[in-house]
Structures are given as structure tokens and as C-alpha cells.
């Protein structure tokens, strides 16, 4: 592991941790430098920062034991996916695609190694819709497989109206799809509460109303 000194922490900024940190503790710059050189296997799990900022030693470990400095190595949001990662388990990243106001999204990470302090990460989550489902690869595949299912009655001549619901447990809104963009240029997008998602963003962040998954049988 590369050293970083802004990742370094003493008595003076020990304030800009949290309880929970995954760090690397020492009582001396030369013992925590090496611990970084080493990529040493004794991280610990910070259970206390002490108040008193006269106090040299303020990072307690998980045995209680205080230190001077702590180097950090994961960031306490991110805990969960460090252990999973590091149990040869896989993890999600949250990203925002700009194309759609930033609506975030999780997808499998897949890369050498994660960027514990500027992303957030989770282990994967099982989505059994991800496994009998896939998202609609056109607006066509969309309104065609909405007629289908729901057996609604739409003129030829116009669009059938969609009303989706997040997926989201915390979320009972109701949206209602007011338009469509069909081009190469833009590819294929929905617009939903004045914001334009892909397909993509659709079967992955809303569901129809009655629960079943904005996407089509792979």
C-alpha cells in the first residue's frame, strides 16, 4: 500500500474519524509508516476516540488499548463491503449517472481494488428479479410487454398510460411516465417526474404498481 499522509491521524485532527473506522494503529510515524509499507494484516476496528485533546494517545482499539496514531484504511460507511471484499465475497458500488440527474444506482464491482475513501460500496445484494428478469431494450419491448401484461385496451395510434412506483421500500410515491425518447443520439429514455432515466434505470430503481419489476423475462 502506497503511503498517504492525509491519511494519517494524531491528537491534533483524531476528530475527522468516526468510531467504527477500519485503521491502522501505532504509537510511533516510523511503526504506522511500516505497517502501510507492509500492507499489515493487524487493522483494527476503532471502538473509541477520546475527548481530550491534550490526550496523545485518543484511538482506542477493540481490546481497549489506546494509540498516538492512526492511519486510515476504511472509511466506517464502507465496513460492511471491506469485510465481505476481503472474504473473497462480491460488493456493490453506488454510482449516479448524469444522464439521469444523478439517481443512484448499484452495480457489481468488479475491478482490482475498491476506493474504500471516495466511494460507497455494500455487499451484493441478491436480486432474484436480476436473475429471471432483464431490462426493456427498447420503448417498443416497454409498452409492448405493459399491453401484455396488464391487458390493457390502447389505440394503435397512441402510447398506453404507465404508472410506476420506486422500488424503494421507504418510497410509496407514484409516478406516471409522461414521455419518450427514442434516438441514437440520446439512446432510449423515460421521462418520469420531469427527469429523464435509461431502461437501465428504470428496471433497476422502480416498479410497476403492483410490485412486479419494470423489465421482461431474459
Given at each position: 500500500m502506497i503511503f498517504d499522509k492525509s491519511k494519517v491521524y494524531t491528537m491534533f485532527n483524531a476528530d475527522d474519524l468516526q468510531v467504527g473506522d477500519i485503521v491502522y494503529l501505532a504509537d510511533s510515524a516510523r511503526s504506522i509508516r511500516l505497517k502501510v509499507a507492509e500492507d499489515s494484516k493487524y487493522i483494527s476496528k476503532l471502538s473509541n476516540i477520546y475527548d481530550d485533546e491534550e490526550e496523545e494517545c485518543r484511538f482506542v482499539d477493540e481490546h481497549n488499548v489506546p494509540y498516538s496514531f492512526a492511519y486510515l484504511v476504511c472509511?466506517?460507511?464502507n465496513v460492511e463491503a471491506f469485510k465481505a471484499w476481503h472474504e473473497g465475497k462480491k460488493i456493490e458500488m453506488e454510482?449516479?449517472?448524469p444522464d439521469e440527474n444523478e439517481s443512484s444506482v448499484w452495480r457489481l464491482f468488479e475491478n482490482e481494488e475498491p476506493n474504500w475513501y471516495k466511494?460507497?460500496?455494500?455487499p451484493a445484494q441478491e436480486k432474484t428479479a436480476e436473475k429471471e428478469y432483464r431490462a426493456?431494450?427498447?420503448?417498443d419491448e416497454l409498452?409492448?410487454?405493459f399491453?401484455?401484461?396488464f391487458k390493457t385496451k390502447t389505440p394503435s395510434y397512441a402510447y398506453p398510460l404507465?404508472?410506476?412506483k420506486s422500488s424503494k421500500k421507504d418510497n410509496n410515491d407514484r409516478y406516471l411516465i409522461t414521455g419518450y425518447v427514442d434516438n441514437e443520439d440520446y439512446k432510449q429514455l423515460v421521462a418520469i417526474d420531469n427527469k429523464y432515466y435509461s431502461l437501465c434505470v428504470l428496471f433497476e430503481n422502480f416498479q410497476f404498481l403492483d410490485g412486479s419489476t419494470c423489465g421482461v423475462k431474459d
Amino acid at each position: 500500500m502506497i503511503f498517504d499522509k492525509s491519511k494519517v491521524y494524531t491528537m491534533f485532527n483524531a476528530d475527522d474519524l468516526q468510531v467504527g473506522d477500519i485503521v491502522y494503529l501505532a504509537d510511533s510515524a516510523r511503526s504506522i509508516r511500516l505497517k502501510v509499507a507492509e500492507d499489515s494484516k493487524y487493522i483494527s476496528k476503532l471502538s473509541n476516540i477520546y475527548d481530550d485533546e491534550e490526550e496523545e494517545c485518543r484511538f482506542v482499539d477493540e481490546h481497549n488499548v489506546p494509540y498516538s496514531f492512526a492511519y486510515l484504511v476504511c472509511p466506517e460507511r464502507n465496513v460492511e463491503a471491506f469485510k465481505a471484499w476481503h472474504e473473497g465475497k462480491k460488493i456493490e458500488m453506488e454510482y449516479a449517472e448524469p444522464d439521469e440527474n444523478e439517481s443512484s444506482v448499484w452495480r457489481l464491482f468488479e475491478n482490482e481494488e475498491p476506493n474504500w475513501y471516495k466511494f460507497h460500496y455494500r455487499p451484493a445484494q441478491e436480486k432474484t428479479a436480476e436473475k429471471e428478469y432483464r431490462a426493456f431494450a427498447s420503448i417498443d419491448e416497454l409498452t409492448t410487454e405493459f399491453v401484455k401484461r396488464f391487458k390493457t385496451k390502447t389505440p394503435s395510434y397512441a402510447y398506453p398510460l404507465i404508472w410506476v412506483k420506486s422500488s424503494k421500500k421507504d418510497n410509496n410515491d407514484r409516478y406516471l411516465i409522461t414521455g419518450y425518447v427514442d434516438n441514437e443520439d440520446y439512446k432510449q429514455l423515460v421521462a418520469i417526474d420531469n427527469k429523464y432515466y435509461s431502461l437501465c434505470v428504470l428496471f433497476e430503481n422502480f416498479q410497476f404498481l403492483d410490485g412486479s419489476t419494470c423489465g421482461v423475462k431474459d
